[in-house]
């Protein structure tokens, strides 16, 4: 069976920093392309940002292009985000998707797997 986990979510205020972190079991993500997505209460699922099957391609939403970082280790079956000088507006459950192609994309439709989200609070 194939899972995702997300992990790493966290209360923190803003201006500061977190990781998130997506592991897999049950299959290697190394031929899946990797998409972070995030839901706030009473909105839609939105696109974050995404990275190729081998970690050469990265696209990011404009709200969060210089601040936040999507990164891979293909060894360790894992892909991270890296999210810097957080707002309130980053506030959302975070989630990760696996995509059984080798190129970037911020369709949440094109996703095959998707982890139970990782819960992520900016506030003072």
């Known amino acids: 069976q194939l899972h995702l986990v997300e992990s790493g979510g966290d209360l923190v205020q803003p201006g500061g920093s977190l990781r998130l972190s997506c592991t897999a079991s049950g299959f290697t993500l190394n031929n899946y392309a990797i998409g972070w997505f995030r839901q706030a209460p009473g909105k839609e699922r939105e696109g974050v940002s995404c990275?190729?099957?081998?970690?050469?391609?990265?696209n990011y939403a404009d709200s969060v292009k210089g601040r936040f970082t999507i990164s891979r280790d293909n060894a360790k079956n894992a892909v991270y985000l890296q999210m810097n000088s957080l707002t309130p507006e980053g506030t959302a459950v975070y989630y990760c998707a696996a995509r059984h192609a080798s190129l970037p994309c911020m369709n949440l439709y094109e996703y095959d797997y998707w982890g139970q989200g990782t819960p992520v609070t900016v506030s003072s």
């Open positions: 990275i190729s099957s081998r970690g050469g391609s990265t």
